[in-house]
C-alpha cells in the first residue's frame, strides 16, 4: 500500500516518464493509486506529462470526491477494476498507438487478442487480456463488463478505446503498461508472418 506524499511524487514522476515516451499524448489516460485511506485519481483532462503533485485528486473509501482537482471521468472504471483486484495498489489507462491498434482489431469477448510471444509478456500481463466491447468513455455502463473481467485479468482492452493495466505497486503497473505496449507492437509486426514462433502452453504455464 502506498503512502500518500510518496504516491503523489511517484504518480507525477512516472506521468511525466510515459508521457515523454510517447505512451500517453495530450490529455489521454489516467492513473490511479489505491491508499489506505482512499484512492488518488489523475485528475480530468489534466495531462500525465505535467501533474501537480498537490493537486491530483483524492478519493475517499467510498469514492466520493474528497480533494483536489475533479478526478477523471473514469474513476469507475478504476473503481470497477480496485474493487475486482483487491491485491492490486495502482491501474494505469492509457491510449498508446500499438496496444489501441490492438485494441480497434480485436473482437470483443476475445481473450487473447495478443498471443504469447515473449515470456515477460506472460509474466507482467498473464494468459488472458480481455476485450470489452465499445463504450463511449466515461460511461458508467461499462464498470459491471470491467469487474468481471478484472477478475480473472490483471490487464484488458476497451474496445476502440485502449489498455487499462493493474498492478500491486505504481511502479509494477506503469511497468507492465510498458511490457504491453511492446508485446502489441511485436504482435503487429509479426502479424500474418508464418514463420512466427509463439511459446507453447507448457512454456506459458511454466512461467505462471
Ligand atoms: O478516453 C477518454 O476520454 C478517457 O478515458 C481518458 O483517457 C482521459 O479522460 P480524463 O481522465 O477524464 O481526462
Ligand atoms: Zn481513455
Request: with cysteine; charged share 20%.
Amino acid at each position: 500500500m502506498h503512502d500518500e506524499r510518496e504516491a503523489r511524487l511517484l504518480l507525477a514522476m512516472l506521468g511525466r516518464s510515459l508521457f515523454e515516451r510517447g505512451y500517453s499524448v495530450g490529455s489521454a489516460g489516467n492513473i490511479s493509486v489505491r491508499l489506505p485511506d482512499g484512492y488518488l485519481m489523475t485528475p480530468t483532462n489534466s495531462c500525465l506529462g505535467r501533474l501537480d503533485p498537490e493537486r491530483i485528486s483524492k478519493l475517499a473509501p467510498d469514492w466520493s470526491h474528497l480533494s483536489g482537482d475533479k478526478p477523471t471521468k473514469e474513476v469507475f472504471l478504476h473503481r470497477a477494476f480496485l474493487t475486482a483486484r483487491t491485491d492490486a495498489g495502482a491501474i494505469v489507462h492509457l491510449h498508446s498507438t500499438y496496444a489501441t491498434a490492438i485494441a480497434c482489431l480485436a473482437v470483443p469477448g476475445d481473450d487473447a487478442p495478443i498471443p504469447p510471444l515473449t515470456p515477460y509478456f506472460v509474466m507482467r500481463i498473464g494468459r488472458t487480456l480481455p476485450v470489452i466491447p465499445y463504450y463511449r468513455p466515461g460511461d458508467a455502463a461499462m464498470e459491471p463488463a470491467v469487474h468481471k473481467a478484472a477478475l480473472t485479468a490483471k490487464a484488458l482492452l476497451l474496445a476502440n478505446h485502449g489498455p487499462v493495466v493493474s498492478g500491486k505497486t505504481l511502479t509494477d503497473a506503469v511497468h507492465a503498461a510498458e511490457e504491453l505496449e511492446e508485446s502489441a507492437k511485436l504482435a503487429l509486426l509479426l502479424r500474418g508472418v508464418p514463420e512466427t514462433r509463439r511459446l507453447n502452453a507448457a512454456q506459458v504455464d511454466e512461467l505462471l
